[in-house]
């Protein structure tokens, strides 16, 4: 007798595997938690570094909030599309920069690292994550008031950021593959209007400037927009893919989350509202990232120290290795029972 079969687990989607989906989604709550949490362990590592430095000097300094460090890192992913606009930097390179950008302040603060310098090197380790790449050189030229420092330094350190997981599944992708799924559908006979896509588009580049792709799927995103052009279209594509009323509700309903995100937060902010952030964030910065500060030259001493260590301990213990025979000490000789070596000649 045949024993059965054991049942098989659920099928998943390709998306639902990837790290985007089990290391980078986030409830709203999630999202306001996380940001909140970096924001008070920043203020108060500054504010300690303040203290050792000169006692008192922490008083009457206006820290930036949770909220004032978004608003920041908005504005420059704005000059994410307009340095992709200078070099001619296709829409792939684009979207994966401004979503290396969000995670990079998922796990650091402004207040540690101005977004200016991560930015320009999120774009850049973009550009080669993507296959688009360009040299440092040319790279650096063209950006007024940056050297080839600016962009290195930081490399290593946005890639940690984002646990080295570089693959991007973003939503102007699932537009287009949605867009060509409605050509399929039977109540729409006639060749749609490109209009209807290109502005779908749109919402889907101003989705950037929101934190949607950090919440729901590329597809629910590229839904979303659509359904801000052609409402009705997006409503017969979800009847036409799901068999349950209450799935066709439930998507909807997400759908409708989705695009009031985007409709009043998919504008970049204003100059004047970061001006004032950005010159407070001048004097509220960690001592210890600014070059030529007490803070960071005792910073660098203790880290100079410590590699110094390391690397005197490393010389010891090959040293060590080196005076002794690496395959161990020899055996030591063991007389037998019977000395073959002694003549025991009677006279």
């Known amino acids: 007798m045949t024993s059965p079969a054991a049942p098989s687990e659920p099928k998943i989607s390709i998306y639902q595997g990837s790290t985007?989906?089990?290391?980078?989604?986030?409830s709203a709550e999630q999202l306001a938690q996380t940001r909140?949490?970096?924001n008070e362990v920043?203020?108060?590592?500054?504010?300690?570094?303040f203290e050792t430095d000169e006692s008192g000097s922490s008083q009457g300094v206006a820290f930036l909030t949770a909220d004032e460090e978004v608003l920041l890192v908005k504005l420059y992913i704005s000059k994410i599309t307009q340095l992709c606009g200078l070099f001619r930097f296709p829409e792939e390179v684009e979207?994966?920069?401004v979503t290396y950008l969000k995670r990079f302040y998922l796990k650091n603060t402004v207040m540690d690292w101005h977004p200016k310098n991560v930015m320009l090197t999120a774009l850049f380790l973009a550009t080669k994550t993507t296959n688009n790449p360009i040299s440092l050189e040319i790279y650096t030229t063209h950006i007024p008031k940056t050297s080839p420092s600016d962009v290195l330094d930081l490399e290593f350190l946005v890639a940690q950021s984002l646990n080295f997981e570089f693959a991007i599944w973003h939503a102007h992708r699932a537009l287009w593959g949605l867009w060509l799924d409605i050509q399929n559908l039977s109540s729409y006979t006639e060749r749609l209007d490109t209009e209807i896509y290109d502005a779908a588009l749109n919402h889907v580049r101003a989705s950037r400037l929101t934190d949607v792709e950090l919440r729901f799927s590329p597809s629910q995103i590229a839904l979303a927009s659509l359904s801000l052009i052609q409402p009705e279209l997006a409503s017969q594509w979800m009847e036409s893919k799901l068999t349950s009323p209450s799935e066709v509700e439930g998507?909807?309903?997400t759908v409708e989350v989705i695009k009031s995100i985007v409709v009043s937060q998919g504008l970049p902010p204003s100059v004047e509202s970061v001006r004032e952030v950005d010159r407070r964030l001048r004097l509220c910065k960690n001592p210890e990232k600014?070059?030529?500060?007490?803070?960071f030259l005792a910073r660098k001493m203790d880290d100079d120290r410590l590699a110094a260590e390391k690397r005197s301990k490393k010389v010891a213990d090959i040293q060590r290795t080196e005076n002794g025979d690496p395959f161990g000490n020899e055996l030591g000789q063991k007389r037998g029972l019977v000395d073959y070596d002694d003549d025991d000649d009677d006279d």
């Open 290 to 295: 600014v070059p030529g500060t007490k803070a």
């Open 95 to 97: 979207a994966t920069a």
């Open 20 to 26: 985007q989906f089990r290391n980078w989604r986030y």
């Open 251 to 253: 998507l909807a309903k």
């Open 36 to 38: 909140q949490t970096l």
């Open 42 to 49: 920043a203020i108060a590592a500054i504010r300690k570094t």
